[in-house]
């Protein structure tokens, strides 16, 4: 028999995937448009149920441990036990081990709306605006590695890898590596 | 511990993912052009390791039962237990069938060069030369869903959703669901 | 004193430009879709006043004689001296010539209403759907040309060129050229 | 006898139309990559020729008017009658008057390297990296405009629409307009 399809939580939290260019006069820096979520959802015809809902719409620099506790929040107070987070990049791995610190993904005895949830966060280098975007790749892949997974966990969901949250670093590169790969290779 | 990031076999045999626009005065339809596989990996810096490798290059209503002896052939021959075929979609469910009638996935007593493969056959509905392609999304979303799997089997990957192969069809709005959730509907 | 902004009709008839990959199962070519000059409008917030009209929507190959009586019918009758027309690639070139033969742009001689029109025929060789269209470029091209020309005429543009429709031919690299440049080179 | 196809001189000074996501972690704002017109050019196999040349790669809030000498003496010293400037937008309309105001386009008594020059000033209000980028549109208008104009002149090439240089203005919605046709308004 088949496993069922597991209906699916999407956080978004702002970060490069939802950034767009400015459009008023004198403006420098990119600003948060609508979530790029819609646009990729748009494109593939969904057939999985998924509950979309924003946490907030920042560049990654500027998240705060409030923002994380209000991601905490929605990550268990809903009733979804697969949760995409889209976020930035530059601080994804902070809110990856915020989350494991306060027990999500790390095993039934937490309970199962902290414990047992499994938890993806991905983002994108490049907006999904843009022409050659890694939005819509890094949000296909965090799905169904949610889909097919059969443990809790958190994981940052990077360049074609899900690496355990505890363990997610970016190399000297930009890459998002699991530090004992690196540790392993010297 | 984590598991560790496993070896994936991609297989390219044609299909609308890989169409492009015929350049030649007075031609009709699409062709298929170079890999989308390598466009699509340009754009994100894959961190895991793969191996791409061409069985054809077919509009997949011309895909034969020679074809898909010639897929089986590199799926049992590759080292990879992990393996994602880019496929047309007209066909792509007629392939997962002939895979899982010659035990691809189907369990450890077909052997583990053939009965413990995980095997993910995608496409898209728009060629990944489109603006508004859904290939990006599928292609990461087997991946992800390869990455994860615990379990051997045949799936066709479109729409967000990993269908076992023996029950994947195409619903009147030409979306692929799994035959099962179709009858209970009913 | 500047020559004020002129008005211009826009005619869709098709093509390339037009084309949008089928969205049934089993579907070799392509269709034609909504008008790429929408979209294409939509992305540059238009200052200029213009009137769209659809003459019909066919692949170029299948434009008969009848449609260019009609194409000449809305050049014609329209108040505008500036006239676009998008046309598929392969009959641009006839479909000059027949405006051409009926007097248009040929001089104040064939009267106001036909001798002193302006006349760019643009199209797309890839469709405006796709990645790496030209059709922004060579809509944006024939509308610059129609506003800065001071002679009337009808002319082929394509590859950032304005060539005249009684010379506009398309070489054997699928390239459009004037048939006297061709000419004096050999 | 048709008029033959004229050289062209194209500069490139930065801008949005050049601008890319920035690639390094924790920056904020765009950074200026290769030039555009490589990119839109690549899509229109041009059959006109030209000479492209870059004189500064800045946002136009910096560009000064040691910059503005710069462009100056290309368009000077260049052998082509028609330029082309890619251009930021928020100081396009100022590099346009001091053009104007040293001669340039203003006619014969000027001399032929300076007062018969056709001038176009375009750029981009989105990224040509962007999906919905209106710069190919924008690029082609300008590059249309430069091969039909009969009358030396700069102009400011945007929104579809050609603006003489010592009258163009950005108005309330950011768009280019004429101040004349403003002024006649009220």
């Known amino acids: 028999m088949s496993k069922p399809i597991k209906d699916t939580l999407i956080l978004q939290t702002g970060g490069t995937i939802d950034k767009i260019y400015p459009q008023q006069p004198g403006a420098y820096g990119f600003e948060i448009g609508q979530p790029a979520m819609e646009n990729i959802m748009s494109r593939i015809s969904p057939g999985f149920p998924f509950l979309f809902e924003t946490v907030c719409t920042k560049d990654s620099q500027e998240i705060t441990d409030a923002d994380r ?10 009733d979804q036990q697969l ?3 889209t976020h930035g990049t530059d601080t994804m791995c902070e809110t990856a081990r915020y989350l494991v610190r306060a027990g999500v993904g790390q095993g039934s005895n937490f309970g199962p709306g902290v414990g047992e949830k499994v938890v993806a966060i991905t983002g994108a280098f490049k907006p999904e605006c843009m022409k050659d975007t890694d939005a819509d790749f890094n949000v296909g892949f965090a799905l169904g590695f949610l889909q097919a997974s059969s443990a809790p966990g958190v994981y940052v969901v990077m360049n074609g890898c899900a690496i355990p949250g505890a363990h997610a670093i970016r190399n000297q590169n930009g890459k998002f590596v699991d530090d004992r790969d690196v540790l392993s290779r010297f």
Not at 69 to 78: A, C, K, Q
């Open 83 to 85: 949760i995409l987070i």
């Open 69 to 78: 506790e209000d991601i905490l929040r929605f990550v268990v107070e809903g």
